[in-house]
């Protein structure tokens, strides 16, 4: 398993008030070479985030003591370890706030090791890659980013983009794996103003698949978080981690 | 009802006339007063004649027309004045007890004595006619006080009714049927109605107008309920004794009816103010409930697919039965979940009060997160998406219609061979925008396939097929809570095919590229 070498035993911190579901998420994460460290309440779960220094932290938003949102909100304050909150389908919303709060990624309930394990050795990854510092030049499969020159290649050809298009790609790049709101998108290229004008976003990247994905009504790279919003993958898993 | 009856009851009938009899009746008693009145000045004068002079006598006898006049109105006080003028001449005027005159100047003393005293007599009456009215006038605004402030603490309709009732019983002796509009039912109160007049009721209530349409025979008055808003109900007033209504009488009627209007108007708010406010508490103890259930179902599916799945991860390493006996547990476990899930979405669509985030999108995005969603299931099957590339943008719930898809797909995929062709399409039309799921299988087995669409409904009966027939059923609620049609009906190829329709809007606008913030940064 070389995946263990990238990620050699990072601590994990797990807060979530069922048993069953610690217990598993222990199991999977102790055999891929994490410690794990376990809270049921979010209190409990604050002052394990700030002895044990966790390099990711996994959240469950509903917790009996109070919103996980809130313990994003504290938990940002002083650390940018990944945190990837645990959520029930169907609270899109929820998912949004917690987010935009500051969250990197989520997983609906149910989820099987695999995709848990899945998304921790990606964002645990991403750690490691921050260490090798902002590269001018991006490439992920048959795309290549020159940010220094701005300017984009498929197969070696310039491919054209609008200023928009060319922000949209830059903004989702510099933050693999991670997932962005439209919220986040939108306030960063149209300004505070536009925040609720989502299809804004929704046809500049429809064009902007169009121009870099093979097929653009089943991405690799650029993929759709129903409700949500967006994440670059850069190794161009599909949802099922193929 | 006791107070249908209300009628043939002498008690209240007398006391409803007792103030008419008191302003109109000037019977033989009035006349004889006013003439004992003139009798009585006369008597008191003639110890006095002597004495006094002949323009006190006769100032006496004014003074008995203006207590005529006073007392028992105009016709009296002319004939007191006429009366004393008589009196006056025969008795104190020389030669006395004759009604000649000796002296000449007292013929003009006699004339001018009558034409003041019916000059008084008239100013008397008319004062006491004033006054009568305007205490009648007092006490009308009295009554309409008093029922106004009654028909104020009402709080129901029968309520109304009953004040309704019991006023026109008191003050006209009338018999009251209500008919009311309101929400709590129209609710007629049961009294002895013809069915004429229940008719016209009915079309009163329906048409409205100011004026009471008033019956000739039986001299019922049927009256609009008018509230400030809409007409509240109508009102039927019945008196068989007496057919025939004054002026002051429907003055008074319609000033009821308005009271009556306004308390029934106030009535259907307070009803209807009640009903939302009952409707808010069930939604949000649905809502309560359903995510309530929700949680508590999923919450044990999801330990159960994690948990089986580390099965995997255990050492020792399990054998390699065991390992698949673990991968059916999970498999189970999900399907479980996706089954919950359908049910769960079922119950709040249907309940009609989901919210639709609708937004603008590209419907290439929903096809992506759907065919992603389902990929496991699809992977022994050929997917092919025709999408042009000028295809305007829908406007719905994407989380919703990615249920719709992915439950069409996962269909599409069971109920078809391996190696079938799925196929995705979306097509638009002048007002339409279809969004199609096709598939070359063996196409529908049921000849009805709208029959689908029902609840708990599987195209082959105890098929080994898994599926509640949930996943259908949620397709149409969701597709018609976007105000859009599905059917299902037999595609080219002889397949299946799933066609949502939904109307084309007007698309959103799009700013300009160079609306945006960031500075520009062309390639």
Not at chain 1, 90 to 105: F, P
Not at chain 2, 360 to 376: K, M, N, R
Request: proline letters at 5%; a neutral charge; hydrophobic letters at 45%.
């Amino acid at each position: 398993m070389n995946l263990h070498q990238e990620t050699p035993g990072a601590r994990v911190l797990v807060i979530e008030d069922e048993a069953d579901i610690r217990h598993f998420v222990r199991l999977a994460l102790e055999s891929d070479g994490h410690e794990v460290t376990e809270a049921a309440t979010l209190e409990r779960g604050l002052i394990e985030a700030g002895v044990r220094r966790p390099d990711l932290v996994v959240l469950d938003l509903g917790l009996p003591d109070g919103d996980g949102v809130d313990f994003i909100r504290t938990f940002r304050s002083w650390s940018s370890s990944p945190v990837l909150v645990l959520s029930a389908r169907s609270a899109e919303h929820d998912k949004v706030r917690a987010l935009d709060s500051g969250a990197d990624d989520y997983l609906i309930k149910p989820f099987g090791s695999a995709e848990l394990l899945a998304r921790t050795r990606a964002h645990l990854r991403r750690r490691h890659r921050h260490a090798g510092g902002d590269e001018a030049l991006l490439s992920f499969g048959n795309i290549a980013i020159d940010r220094a020159r701005r300017r984009v290649s498929r197969d070696g050809e310039l491919v054209h983009l609008t200023p928009i298009e060319y922000a949209l790609l830059l903004k989702l790049t510099s933050h693999p794996d991670r997932v962005i709101t439209h919220r986040q998108l939108l306030q960063e290229l149209w300004g505070p103003v536009h925040t609720e004008s989502v299809h804004y976003v929704r046809v500049h990247m429809g064009n902007l698949r169009k121009k870099i994905e093979a097929d653009s009504s089943r991405p690799r790279w650029l993929l759709t978080e129903t409700g949500v919003g967006y994440r670059f993958s850069p190794e161009g898993a599909s949802r099922q981690g193929a | 009802m006791a107070y249908s009856h209300c009628v043939t009851n002498p008690a209240p009938k007398k006391n409803s006339q007792s103030p008419a009899s008191r302003t109109r009746t000037t019977g033989a008693g009035a006349w004889l007063g006013a003439i004992t009145i003139c009798v009585a000045a006369t008597l008191i004068g003639l110890p006095l004649a002597g004495s006094l002079d002949a323009a006190s006598l006769v100032l006496l006898f004014m003074l008995a027309v203006v207590l005529s006049g006073a007392r028992f109105g105009r016709g009296p006080a002319v004939l007191a004045a006429c009366l004393s003028v008589l009196l006056f001449n025969v008795v104190f005027v020389e030669p006395r007890f004759s009604l000649a005159v000796a002296d000449e100047r007292l013929v003009f003393t006699l004339g001018m004595m009558l034409l003041v005293g019916l000059i008084v007599g008239h100013l008397t009456a008319s004062l006491r006619a004033q006054a009568r009215a305007a205490s009648d006038g007092e006490r009308l605004v009295r009554r309409l006080y008093d029922i106004s402030r009654e028909l104020g603490t009402a709080l129901t309709v029968q309520q109304v009714d009953e004040v309704a009732r019991q006023f026109m019983r008191a003050q006209l002796a009338a018999q009251v049927s209500l008919w009311a509009r309101n929400p709590s039912a129209a609710r007629v109160t049961p009294s002895p109605v013809s069915e004429t007049l229940e008719a016209r009721a009915a079309e009163v209530m329906q048409q409205g107008g100011q004026q009471p349409v008033e019956l000739r025979d039986g001299g019922a008055l049927v009256i609009a309920l008018q509230g400030p808003m809409a007409i509240r109900g109508a009102m039927v007033l019945q008196r068989p004794q007496e057919p025939s209504w004054r002026d002051s009488e429907r003055r008074l009627i319609d000033a009821c009816a308005a009271l009556i209007g306004s308390a029934l108007e106030r009535i259907h708010y307070i009803e209807v103010a009640r009903d939302s406010a009952v409707e808010i508490e069930g939604e949000r103890l649905r809502n309560v409930l359903l995510s309530g259930i929700s949680h508590d179902l999923r919450t044990p599916l999801a330990s159960l697919v994690g948990l089986a799945e580390s099965l995997a991860l255990t050492r020792p390493s399990p054998s390699l039965q065991q390992a698949s006996i673990a991968q059916s547990i999970a498999g189970s476990a999900r399907r479980m979940g996706a089954m919950v899930n359908n049910l769960l979405d079922l119950a709040r669509v249907e309940s009609g009060k989901v919210h639709l985030r609708l937004e603008w999108l590209p419907v290439e995005e929903v096809i992506g997160t759907s065919v992603a969603a389902c990929e496991s299931a699809l992977v022994h099957h050929h997917l092919h998406i025709q999408v042009p590339d000028d295809m305007p943008l829908f406007r719905f719930d994407a989380v919703l219609i990615e249920r719709v898809l992915v439950n069409l797909l996962e269909n599409a995929a069971k109920y078809t061979p391996s190696g079938a062709t799925i196929t995705i399409e979306a097509v638009s039309y002048p007002d339409e925008l279809w969004l199609c799921v096709s598939d070359d299988g063996p196409g529908f087995r049921s000849s009805r396939p709208q029959d689908l669409f029902r609840k708990f409904e599987r195209g082959a009966r105890e098929s080994a097929t898994p599926g509640a027939g949930l996943g259908l059923a949620l397709c149409r609620a969701i597709v018609e809570a976007h105000g859009g049609t599905i059917r299902a009906e037999a595609a080219a190829s002889g397949g299946a095919r799933f066609v949502m329709a939904f109307a084309r809007r007007a698309p959103p606008d799009m700013p300009p590229e160079d609306s945006l913030t960031s500075r520009s940064c062309l390639p």
